[in-house]
Nanobody, 127 residues
Framework: QVQLVESGGGLVQAGGSLRLSCLAS????????MGWFRQAPGNEREFVAG????????HYADFAKGRFTISRDNVRNTMYLQMNSLKPEDTAVYSC????????????????????WGQGTQVAVSS
C-alpha cells in the first residue's frame, strides 16, 4: 500500500493554470503506475490521466488532452498534474491513485485498477 497526499488545488479564473502534486510515502513509489481522477458534485469519479511506473507510458482522458500534463519524479516520490486553460467544468475534487500491483502498466481509465487513493484536493474554476 502506498500512502498518498495531494496538494496544489485552489480557486482560479477560467483560462488560468494550476499544478497539482501527489506525494507518496515509503520507498515503493517508483514501482507503481499512477493516475489522477476527479469527481464533481453529483457526478461519478472520472479518469483524468495515467502514467506508468517508469514515466514513459502516459495516457489521458479526451477532455485532458492538450490542456493537462501528467508527470512524475521518482526521486522525490511525487506525481504532478499541470492543468492549463482551465474551464469552469474542470471544477472538481482531484485525487491521485496508485495501481493495485507494482510493475504493471496498461492504458486503463478504470478506477477499479487502482488500489490506493489520496484524500483529494479541491479545484474550483470561476467563469
Amino acid at each position: 500500500q502506498v500512502q498518498l497526499v495531494e496538494s496544489g488545488g485552489g480557486l482560479v479564473q477560467a483560462g488560468g493554470s494550476l499544478r497539482l502534486s501527489c506525494l507518496a510515502s515509503g520507498n515503493t513509489f517508483s514501482q507503481y503506475t499512477m493516475g489522477w481522477f476527479r469527481q464533481a458534485p453529483g457526478n461519478e469519479r472520472e479518469f483524468v490521466a495515467g502514467i506508468s511506473y517508469t514515466g514513459r507510458g502516459i495516457h489521458y482522458a479526451d477532455f485532458a488532452k492538450g490542456r493537462f500534463t501528467i508527470s512524475r519524479d521518482n526521486v522525490r516520490n511525487t506525481m504532478y498534474l499541470q492543468m492549463n486553460s482551465l474551464k469552469p467544468e474542470d471544477t472538481a475534487v482531484y485525487s491521485c491513485a496508485a495501481w493495485r500491483v507494482p510493475y504493471y502498466y496498461v492504458q486503463s481509465h478504470s478506477q477499479n485498477d487502482f488500489g490506493s487513493w489520496g484524500q483529494g484536493t479541491q479545484v474550483a474554476v470561476s467563469s
